[in-house]
């Protein structure tokens, strides 16, 4: 059984940065691809990052791309989120999820993900 569990968030002002960490232990890390969801209130779980098992590729939302970087470090389990120049509109639960056997097409819905932490907020606010 694949355990996930996420640390990192808090509350930020618009324009700051926050790194999220994932670390998904009971497996084989290297085989795993990990993703980001997020969820704001009354809105449904979005795709925002993912590294691809081994880290062969990496992946991101729109809304992502140039401000948002994941990274893994195979040797201690973990997926990392840096978060730059943070909006309001990213304030919202992320989530880290797990998968063995997802293929590419898939990586982008929560749907397909075996394995989800618990959710760390994030708030961003002046």
């Known amino acids: 059984q694949v355990q996930v569990l996420e640390s990192g968030g808090g509350s930020v002002q618009p324009g700051g940065s926050l790194r999220l960490s994932c670390v998904a232990s009971g497996g084989s890390f290297r085989t795993y691809t990990i993703a980001w969801f997020r969820q704001a209130p009354g809105n449904e779980r979005e795709f925002v990052a993912a590294?691809?098992?081994?880290?062969?590729?990496?992946h991101y939302a729109d809304s992502a791309k140039g401000r948002f970087t994941i990274s893994r470090d195979n040797a201690k389990n973990t997926v990392y989120l840096q978060m730059n120049n943070l909006k309001p509109e990213d304030t919202a639960v992320y989530y880290c999820?797990?998968?063995?056997?997802?293929?590419?097409?898939?990586?982008?819905?929560?749907?397909?993900?075996?394995?989800w932490g618990q959710g760390t907020q994030v708030t961003v606010s002046s």
């Open positions: 999820a797990a998968d063995s056997g997802i293929i590419l097409s898939s990586i982008w819905f929560a749907r397909h993900y075996d394995y």
């Open positions: 590294s691809r098992r081994g880290g062969a590729s990496t």
